[in-house]
């Protein structure tokens, strides 16, 4: 397939790990920060064909990881009433809540599907008009365009009985507060290539400079990441920080416009709770008052709705980067994808899931 | 979930706000918007997130990369073996 297999190609990966060894002189601590890049990474073993010196700390782009266990649980009890179709992707499905995850709720009789997009939600809703359709929209800037259109189209049609349960994240604030932390331990960034198609690169310009750390926007493919490790450690070792793009068959510095506009046009910036990290302010999105009436915690009545989180899971300092997976008491002993004590270990781009599935060292 | 897999238009629709558009995905084809990539032609590759077609790839930028990475392999004597 054209864009995938000359991105696989071992040729050039082991090209680029020479490169890489001959400009590296110094151990650097870089993190790639989307959850799909942690996978890649682990799965094609691209730690391994790094210098010793290299190491990549995962970071905290998982957006089914960080929507906190008061969301889960709000989804949970929505989900459980016997006029809601409650819809959403796969991811979500299994992530352990305070009583358990949706899956159990569908065993249970409640009416709980999983769609591909956003839009199959709305039409869910179309061809159910005496049911309340309710779409748990969970993501980062990747997906909030396709959240905001689903609104707009339920809008557009007058549809009455469908709305969102928002976790919405948003990449750059995260970082900020990962790089301005005392404990930081970050030197490099890999910058999350599809979050950047849809927003562009401008907002990592600043943190770039402010923070001094080198931001490579990168792609998901093996050799995608390579290149992004390279050009990250020739910044370092030049004592540069600027923001790269590798990515640039899919970003441009000003993202997607129509994408930006109609997520502008239907959320606006909140402050956001995230799993295991704590509040981050205006890291995340709400609806706008004048789709307020598609606010499914309006709509439900479970806007002051609070959970405890569970004290054996040790996945914030995961998020964070201070642990690796195989740190945890608990990693395989107690928490598998099977039976999972905490969201990393069974999203599709949760670090523990990741080092489950492809390794254990 | 961020996961954007690239596909080919096939064929695309006019009229609708939302464009619909028959993508093909190495085998398997999906109905997908286009409606934030109005830009987009038949015959395009785009990369497509929940049922939505997010950037058209660039084939120049694209041949680029894969260029700086071809001379960059002879640059330093790598056959690539």
Known sequence: MKYVDEYRDARVVQRLARDLAQACTRPWKIMEVCGGQTHAIVKFGITELLPAGIELIHGPGCPVCVTPLAMIDKAAIIAARPEVIFCSFGDMLRVPGSAGDLLTIKANGGDVRMVYSPLDAVNIARANPDREVVFFAVGFETTAPANAMAVYQASRLGLGNFSLLVAQVMVPPALKALLVSPERRIQGLLAAGHVCTVMGYREYEPLARDCHVPIVVTGFEPVDIMQGIYLCVRQLEEGRAEVENQYTRSVRREGNPAARKLMGDVFTVTTQQWRGIGEIPASGLRLRDAYAAYDAERRFGLGAYRAEESSLCRSGLVLQGAIRPVECACFGNGCTPEKPLGAPMVSSEGACAAYYLYRRG | ?81
């Open chain 2, 1 to 81: 979930m961020c996961l954007g897999i690239p596909g080919k238009i096939l064929s695309l629709s006019e009229g609708d706000p939302l464009c619909p558009a028959k993508v093909n995905f190495g085998g398997i084809t999906k109905e997908i918007s286009l409606a934030f990539v109005p830009e987009a032609r038949c015959g395009d590759y785009v990369i497509v997130h929940a049922g939505f077609a997010l950037t058209v790839l660039d084939e120049g930028e694209a041949l680029e990369t894969l260029d700086y990475l071809r001379q960059m392999g002879e640059a330093n004597g790598g056959s690539g073996e």
